[in-house]
T-cell receptor, first 114, second 116 residues
């Protein structure tokens, strides 16, 4: 079965500094990977996805993610963090063919301090 | 972008009663919708996959008679929590897959259910 792991419960970073939120995956076949962000008491917002192509994927709000096949990782990055980036971030992988389920990681809370 | 709404955003009900949550895709058709449950500080747990015009597919361990799902149209899926108990209190989130085949799911804002 497909799975993703987010090893950090929380990431703390100062505003203006670069941020990284880690995600590793375990899949059979080609991975379809996603990042979502959740603000308090809200649903998830799509940030970016990797299907095929360039290993560096650019997404919404200045976020990007790097697909690394050898390390089976898909870390989320941003060059300069904003306080408003503070939220809960989920990595996810498509489970099965024909697109159906998404399997989510446990989430990483990002806290950006002023 | 694709918009998914949920109603209500918050609901408080008494133990033993039933409550219905609606999930609508506002500007696209969705033959497939998903229902998730999120516990505090936990990830999303997929409860079921809802397919328009057919029975929902439930994940292992989810009681289909307790969590009734109906997907009567291409823009509406409903989740009914029957005979709710305090342990059913949770944040319920739906999502919809766009038929444009872009692979991502669009999520609703969630419904906070509190059973007293």
């Amino acid at each position: 079965a497909q799975s993703v792991a987010q090893p950090e419960d929380q990431v703390n970073v100062a505003e203006g500094n670069p941020l990284t939120v880690k995600c590793t995956y375990s899949v059979s076949g080609n991975p379809y990977l996603f990042w979502y962000v959740q603000y308090p008491n809200r649903g998830l917002q799509f940030l970016l996805k990797y299907i095929t192509g360039d290993n560096l994927v650019k997404g919404s709000y200045g976020f990007e993610a790097e697909f690394n096949k050898s390390q089976t990782s898909f870390h989320l990055k941003k060059p300069s963090a904003l306080v408003s980036d503070s939220a809960l971030y989920f990595c996810a992988v498509r489970d099965g063919w024909g697109f159906q389920k998404l399997v989510f990681g446990t989430g990483t809370r990002l806290l950006v301090s002023p | 972008g694709a918009v998914v709404s949920q109603h209500p955003s918050r609901v408080i009900c008494k133990s033993g009663t039933s409550v219905k949550i609606e999930c609508r895709s506002l500007d696209f058709q969705a033959t497939t919708m998903f229902w998730y449950r999120q516990f505090p500080k936990k990830s999303l747990m997929l409860m079921a996959t809802s397919n328009e015009g057919s029975k929902a597919t439930y994940e292992q361990g989810v009681e289909k008679d307790k969590f009734l799902i109906n997907h009567a149209s291409l823009t509406l899926s409903t989740l009914t929590v029957t005979s709710a108990h305090p342990e059913d209190s949770s944040f319920y989130i739906c999502s919809a897959k766009s038929e444009r085949g872009t692979y991502e799911q669009y999520f609703g804002p969630g419904t906070r259910l509190t059973v007293t």
